[in-house]
């Protein structure tokens, strides 16, 4: 058994991380959530602005969608029971068609550290093709990786990112919400029972 708080100096050490300082034009402020009993991973890309404005993951519209497929509330969402562990922990900054790609140095530094500090988890939701890169050794399009849910094993859902730009994407695969999204509602209870 992790003995209680052992996560906060690492906890601490992320969040006095300043390797991209120079590519950011912005301080940094990593955000993540993680605790030795999470039963739930959620495997995201990168905080969003209002995401770095706050400092609590998830706390937008995307957030909010996501809560809503998984049918739990912020309460649920925001507590031990949930580690919530984005591919780069800063918000990268704009680009020309949305926000800028997670830089690869955080993964490369923190990821595998990170993911150590969280034995008890059960399921793990791969959200965005940069998580299903990394976490699925980048096995298709997002489309595909999402479509073939069911080869993976039961611990492991990947999903398209919840973000509002994405709505074309879910109206063009109404599958998801028909065949996926109960899916991981069961895979979520059971997952914090």
């Known amino acids: 058994?992790?003995?209680?708080?052992?996560?906060?100096?690492?906890?601490?050490?992320?969040?006095?991380?300043?390797?991209?300082?120079?590519?950011?034009?912005?301080?940094?402020?990593?955000?993540l959530q993680i605790h030795p009993e999470a039963h739930i991973l959620i495997?995201?890309?990168?905080?969003g602005t209002r995401v770095h404005a706050s400092g609590k993951p998830f706390d937008d519209a995307s957030g909010?969608?996501?809560?809503?497929?998984?049918?739990?509330?912020?309460?649920?969402?925001?507590?031990?029971?949930?580690?919530?562990?984005?591919?780069?922990?800063?918000?990268?900054?704009?680009?020309?068609?949305?926000?800028?790609?997670?830089?690869?140095?955080c993964a490369k530094t923190w990821r595998e550290r990170v993911l150590a500090t969280l034995p008890a988890i059960r399921l793990t939701l791969v959200i965005g093709q940069y998580a299903q890169q990394w976490h699925l050794d980048g096995r298709d399009t997002l489309t595909?990786?999402?479509a073939g849910w069911n080869e993976l094993p039961e611990s492991i859902l990947p999903l398209p990112h919840p973000s509002p730009r994405n709505n074309i994407w879910l109206k063009r695969n109404p599958w998801f919400a028909d065949s996926l999204l109960p899916v991981l509602?069961?895979?979520?209870?059971?997952?914090?029972?």
């Open 1 to 31: 058994m992790t003995p209680p708080g052992s996560h906060q100096p690492l906890l601490a050490e992320v969040r006095a991380c300043t390797l991209c300082k120079s590519q950011f034009p912005h301080p940094p402020r990593p955000i």
């Open 43 to 47: 495997a995201g890309q990168a905080p």
């Open 64 to 105: 909010d969608r996501l809560r809503d497929w998984m049918a739990i509330d912020k309460k649920t969402f925001y507590s031990h029971q949930i580690a919530i562990v984005p591919m780069a922990f800063c918000y990268p900054g704009k680009g020309r068609s949305g926000d800028l790609p997670p830089p690869p140095i």
């Open 144 to 146: 595909n990786t999402v």
């Open 185 to 193: 509602r069961q895979r979520v209870e059971r997952a914090l029972v």
